[in-house]
Structures are given as C-alpha cells and as structure tokens.
T-cell receptor
C-alpha cells in the first residue's frame, strides 16, 4: 500500500493568497483526519471525517479554514485568505474505524509557509 | 475532558543505554493509548498501542510500554538505544469516539 499521500510537500505563499492542501487516504479506510503541528501548540486535530461526512470540526481555527471530502479517496483543506500565523506542518491521517483501538496512519505532511 | 502530559521536553541518552519516556494521562475510564515516533521531516509512525489485556505492550523497533492504571501512566521503554532512535516521540490517548489527543512530545537525542 502506498500509505497516506499528501500534496504538495512544501508550499510557500504570500499573505492573502488561497492555499489548498490535498490528501489521499489509504484505500479502504473510512476515517480521515486533518492535523496541524506548530512549535507553540503541538499537534492539533482540525477536523475529521467518517465515511466522507465531517464529524467534528471544532478544531478548525476560524472561517478562513474549510475542508471537504468529496469521495472516499480524496480530501482537501483550504485556507482563504492565508495569514502568516497559518504557517505550520499540516498532516492528514486515515484509519479504518471499527472501534477506538484502530490505528491512525499519518501522511508525510505539508509544510506551509505564509510570508 | 481528556489530556496527555509528557513531562520531559528533551532527553539525551548515550547509545546502548536504556531509555524511558514518560507519559501521564487524564481520562475518566480506561483509555486507548498510543506511542508514535516522528523523525525529522517525516509523518508520525505508530510504535505500539494499548487497548486491553496485557498491560505490557510490545511494539516495533524493540520498544515496549507498560500501562499502569494506578499511576495513570503509559511509559515507553527500550533496553538499548540506537543512534537511529533519535526522533520526537508522542504519546496519545483516545477515549470514546475517534479523536486522538496528543502530548506535547519528547525530543530524544542519542549521543554516540
């Protein structure tokens, strides 16, 4: 299996621009998670989906952030407009959710820098 | 509310020495507990997990962890550290549902 695939791996943009991060979960997995990692706040769950439906988006910082999962094999996290404080590493993870003991598999992350 | 505390931000050990990374949790019932490792520029890789049964859990790369309910702890151990173990280690908890709560991580440095 190819694992969780994220693109791009690195993104540098200017303040005010729209940024779209992409994730392809492991085939057959039914849960998908977006995390953000910063030095100050560590790893934070932004949103997660079960069977393509957003279940908990309480971690999404503000309205500038939005996430979609149009099908079981693709998800996007969009920031519009981007701000320097959005600079972080964004991870996507997926799992086959059957009970709380299942394992989340993480992608390599997208390092976002907003100038 | 659930939380995870990793009291050590940085730890340095000599290659070949034993290692113990501490993790304490707060949760009202028996949690599911995980240890992940993150190498520089990489995503997180699962080392091991506890969800029931034997409180001593074996993982990959020679790591093990022991769940101690009385101490609300899930410490990670390795008897002999290799230079390639240098990385950041995260303890995580899942209560009910599908959300993982992570600790702040422990950065491990291995001296040759």
């Amino acid at each position: 299996d190819a694992g969780v695939i994220q693109s791009p791996r690195h993104e540098v943009t200017e303040m005010g621009q729209e940024v779209t991060l992409r994730c392809k979960p492991i085939s057959g997995h039914n849960s998908l998670f977006w995390y953000r990692q910063t030095m100050m706040r560590g790893l934070e769950l932004l949103i997660y989906f079960n069977n393509n439906v957003p279940i908990d988006d309480s971690g999404m910082p503000e309205d500038r952030f939005s996430a979609k999962m149009p099908n079981a094999s693709f998800s996007t996290l969009k920031i519009q407009p981007s701000e320097p404080r959005d600079s972080a590493v964004y991870f996507c993870a997926s799992s086959l959710f059957r009970n709380s003991a299942d394992t989340q598999y993480f992608g390599p992350g997208t390092r976002l820098t907003v100038l | 509310a659930q939380s995870v505390t990793q009291p050590d931000i940085h730890i340095t050990v000599s290659e070949g020495a034993s290692l113990e990374l501490r993790c304490n949790y707060s949760y009202g019932a028996t949690p599911y507990l995980f240890w992940y490792v993150q190498s520089p520029g990489q995503g997180l890789q699962l080392l091991l997990k506890y969800f029931s049964g034997d409180t001593l859990v074996q993982g990959i790369k020679g790591f093990e962890a022991e769940f101690k309910r009385s101490q609300s702890s899930f410490n990670l151990r390795k008897p002999s550290v290799h230079w390639s173990d240098a990385a950041e280690y995260f303890c995580a908890l899942r209560g009910g549902g599908n959300k993982l709560t992570f600790g702040t991580g422990t950065q491990l440095k291995v001296e040759l």
